[in-house]
Each structure stands twice: as C-alpha cells, then as structure tokens.
C-alpha cells in the first residue's frame, strides 16, 4: 500500500511560480516510475509529467515543456514538480501518482498506468 499527500499548491499570479510536492509512504516509492496529472473544472484529468525510478527519464506534456520540471528524492520518498511561467489556464487541482513500473513508456501518460494517488492540490493562476 502506498500513500500520497501533495502540498505546494495557491495562488499566483500568472508569470509565477510555484514548487508541487508529493510525499510518499511506503517502501515500493523507489522502485516505482511517477507522475504529476492536473484536473480543472469541467475537464477530464490529464497527464502533466512523469520520471521514472532513477529519476534518468522524464516525459512532459507539450503544454508545460519547458516551463514544467519533475524531480525526484528517494531517500526522501518525495516527487517535485517545479512550475514556472505560470499561466491562467495552468489553474487545476494537481495529483501525483505512482505508476504501476518503474520505467516509462508511452502508456505512461495514460491514467490507466497509474495506481495509486494522491487526493490533490489546488494550484490558481491568476491572469
């Protein structure tokens, strides 16, 4: 069993920045690929970015290439996601989640691949 509680998120006005953090339980974290996702009000949960167990490969969305930045601690048990150049349709709640590898794939950004989560963090962006 694996347990996820973000924290990081608020509001910021658009051009700013804000740092996501997941803290995970359980002794699998190291072992497991993971993945930031972002739902906004009346839209489907999307894929953000991933990186797998070493934290060697990362994957984004084309929509926060280059503005987004996933890492990872595992002594820590702890997944970041570094968001800058924050814009208004950035605003959602965020999720971490642990993928059921430890590589990535190009399932990876499918939530399907993903079994565990976390219950979110409300990240505003205002314009």
């Known amino acids: 069993q694996v347990q996820l509680v973000e924290s990081g998120g608020g509001l910021v006005q658009a051009g700013g920045s804000l740092r996501l953090s997941c803290a995970a339980s359980?002794?699998?974290?190291?072992?497991?690929?993971m993945a930031w996702f972002r739902q906004a009000p009346g839209k489907e949960r999307e894929f953000v970015a991933a990186?797998?167990?070493?934290?060697?490969?990362?994957k984004y969305a084309d929509s926060v290439k280059g503005r987004f930045t996933i890492s990872r601690d595992n002594p820590k048990n702890t997944v970041y996601l570094q968001m800058n150049s924050l814009k208004p349709e950035d605003t959602a709640v965020y999720y971490c989640?642990?993928?059921?590898?430890?590589?990535?794939?190009?399932?990876?950004?499918?939530?399907?691949?993903?079994?565990?989560w976390g219950q979110g963090t409300q990240v505003t962006v205002s314009s």
């Open positions: 990186i797998s167990w070493s934290g060697d490969n990362t």
């Open positions: 359980g002794r699998t974290f190291s072992s497991r690929a």
């Open positions: 989640a642990t993928n059921r590898k430890g590589w990535l794939t190009d399932d990876s950004r499918r939530i399907n691949d993903y079994d565990y």
